[in-house]
């Protein structure tokens, strides 16, 4: 049983920054793939970055240089920076854990950006 609460998200001018939180209950936080995913009205959810196990992280080309994940094994915590941020960036944002077989959500949490 995995569950992820995140928070963080909130109002914000173009230009600025936000840092995103999720922690997460479960027992092997530590070798989960997790991520961070996005979903603007009327559109798909979107991959936005995601972390590996081992520290690699991929982007969405949108958010490349902009945005930093980051993950705290001892905190069982991953984390979004936010830097730079648009009004195309607003979206509710989920973060995700990846086990073998499964896949967890967080609730989401709303980011507005401002122009």
């Known amino acids: 049983q995995v569950q992820l609460v995140e928070s963080g998200g909130g109002l914000v001018q173009a230009g600025g920054s936000l840092r995103l939180s999720c922690a997460a209950s479960g027992s092997f936080f530590s070798i989960s793939t997790l991520g961070w995913h996005r979903q603007a009205p009327g559109k798909q959810r979107e991959l936005v970055a995601r972390?590996?196990?081992?520290?690699?992280?991929d982007y969405a080309d949108s958010v490349k240089g902009r945005f930093t994940i980051s993950r705290d094994n001892a905190k069982n915590t991953v984390y979004l920076q936010m830097n730079s941020l648009k009004p195309e960036d607003t979206a509710v944002y989920y973060c995700a854990s990846q086990l073998v077989g499964s896949t967890y959500w967080g609730q989401g949490t709303q980011v507005t950006v401002s122009s």
């Open positions: 972390i590996h196990s081992g520290g690699n992280t």
